[in-house]
T-cell receptor, first 113, second 115 residues
Framework: GESVGLHLPTLSVQEGDNSIINCAYS??????FIWYKQESGKGPQFIID?????DKRQGQRVTVLLNKTVKHLSLQIAATQPGDSAVYFC????????????FGKGTKLSVKP | EAGVAQSPRYKIIEKRQSVAFWCNPI?????LYWYQQILGQGPKLLIQ????????DSQLPKDRFSAERLKGVDSTLKIQPAKLEDSAVYLC?????????????FGNGTRLTVT
């Protein structure tokens, strides 16, 4: 079936550097994408979302880029901090307004001080 | 605003026993979801409610799992009888969902261990 996947299962960066986490999706009908951060022992925490009629959206220190041509999503974190260490999931809504999300496997981000 | 509340935080049971999880969504959120997250994987949808009606339960193992949201607010998820492969974190989420998609807000989950 259709699924969301991630290119890199682990990512290690130096504090202060920028981080880029990538995600590939396969369903061209997906119209809404969202990034979550999950720390150990906690539920996923909303970071940023983007609808399919946009190709870029910025938040505080984070930017999501959507390339529908190649079905690729990325999360950029500026000036990565130790508190950013977590597992990051991308998720997609495969059309419709129901809002149930299909999650990828996740990328573990480790920030070295 | 208060977040999604779940209880218990942890539960250990033996296989073939039953277990129930409780969720209280964010006030005013019409849509409630139960997700299963196996260690090392992303969450997988089990069931979605809109108010007190089921929208999607296609991935719920109905021979052993059941869920209800009788008054359109709190929800319970039950497993009876449990199997070893049910060991996972059970996440509840809610969203506003008034005509368009909105972000899901998750609770911290119940970690279930089946021995």
């Amino acid at each position: 079936g259709e699924s969301v996947g991630l290119h890199l299962p682990t990512l290690s960066v130096q504090e202060g550097d920028n981080s880029i986490i990538n995600c590939a999706y396969s369903n061209s009908a997906s119209d809404y994408f969202i990034w979550y951060k999950q720390e150990s022992g906690k539920g996923p925490q909303f970071i940023i979302d983007i609808r399919s009629n946009m190709d870029k959206r910025q938040g505080q220190r984070v930017t999501v880029l959507l390339n529908k041509t190649v079905k690729h999503l990325s999360l950029q974190i500026a000036a990565t901090q130790p508190g950013d260490s977590a597992v990051y999931f991308c998720a997609e809504n495969q059309g419709g307004s129901q809002g149930n999300l299909i999650f990828g496997k996740g990328t573990k981000l480790s920030v070295k001080p | 605003e208060a977040g999604v509340a779940q209880s218990p935080r942890y539960k250990i049971i033996e296989k073939r026993q039953s277990v129930a999880f409780w969720c209280n969504p964010i006030s005013g959120h019409a849509t409630l979801y139960w997700y299963q997250q196996i260690l090392g994987q992303g969450p997988k949808l089990l069931i979605q409610f809109q108010n007190n009606g089921v929208v999607d339960d296609s991935q719920l193992p109905k021979d052993r799992f059941s869920a209800e949201r009788l008054k359109g607010v709190d929800s319970t998820l039950k497993i009876q009888p449990a199997k070893l492969e049910d060991s996972a974190v059970y996440l509840c989420a809610s969203s506003l969902s008034r005509g368009s998609i909105s972000p899901l807000h998750f609770g911290n989950g119940t970690r279930l261990t089946v021995t």
